[in-house]
């Protein structure tokens, strides 16, 4: 149980294009999706937190303009990389928690390699 | 958020058990430690976590310090399976839509060798 699953798990375009990044909790319904960025050798770090039917909270120094997300059921988060350019280029991966469990395990998705050219 | 410390590398060899270290000073009272790990081009997957008291389950063990500065993952018998990056986090209890999330450090590459 409690699986979340990103598509696509990997995706190459154009300078200038927006790519949209879907995460699904499978079986469960989350309240609260997280959306993660990974550059290579380096640690995750939180880009913000998605919230159902309310506006996501962004960390300090995303861009919130650039990086457009949408949590509109519950089970469905998208995070939309507006106008991307080679430095948006990363590892972008999705989590989510089980409703009730605040601070238990957080569920993650398998991640998508973004490549922009 | 309180920070952890972790080494930046382990090795070990299969079958053998492995202790992997983690100090967290300045942990608050209410904070929850949190063990994930990442295998090569996937997401990380939850491991453990506990709150004062050793924890079991089927992958590992968490021993955590009486006074909470510090805690250790047990892997009992490790496998080739399990070379990965192992993040010590503390969860905390911050409020507003925040609540609960992830702050990961560099975590403890480990190695397994046959």
């Known amino acids: 149980g409690a699986v979340v699953s990103q598509h696509p798990s990997w995706v190459i375009c154009k300078s200038g294009t927006s790519v949209k990044i879907e995460c699904r909790s499978l079986d469960f319904q989350a309240t609260t999706m997280f959306w993660y960025r990974q550059f290579p050798k380096q640690s995750l770090m939180l880009m913000a937190t998605s919230n159902e039917g309310s506006k996501a909270t962004y960390e300090q120094g995303v861009e919130k303009d650039k990086f457009l997300i949408n949590h509109a059921s519950l089970t469905l988060s998208t995070l939309t990389v507006t106008s991307a350019h080679p430095e948006d280029s990363s590892f972008y991966i999705c989590?989510?928690?089980?409703?009730?469990?605040?601070?238990?395990?957080?569920?993650f998705g398998d991640g998508t390699r973004l490549s922009i050219l | 958020d309180a920070k952890t410390t972790q080494p930046n590398s382990m090795e070990s060899n299969e079958e053998e058990p492995v202790h992997l270290p983690c100090n967290h000073s300045?942990?608050?009272?209410?904070?929850?430690i949190h063990w994930y790990r990442q295998l090569p081009s996937q997401g990380p997957e939850y491991v453990i976590h506990g709150l004062t008291s050793n924890v079991n389950n089927r992958m590992a063990s968490l021993a955590i310090a009486e006074d909470r500065k510090s805690s250790t993952l047990i892997l009992h018998r490790a496998t080739l399976r399990d070379a990965a990056v192992y993040y010590c986090?503390?969860?905390?209890?911050?409020?507003?839509?925040?609540?609960?999330?992830?702050?990961f450090g560099q975590g403890t590459i480990l190695t397994v060798h046959p």
């Open positions: 986090i503390l969860r905390g209890t911050a409020g507003g839509t925040s609540y609960g999330k992830l702050t």
């Open positions: 989590s989510a928690k089980l409703p009730g469990q605040g601070l238990g395990p957080q569920h």
């Open positions: 300045t942990i608050s009272g209410t904070d929850y």
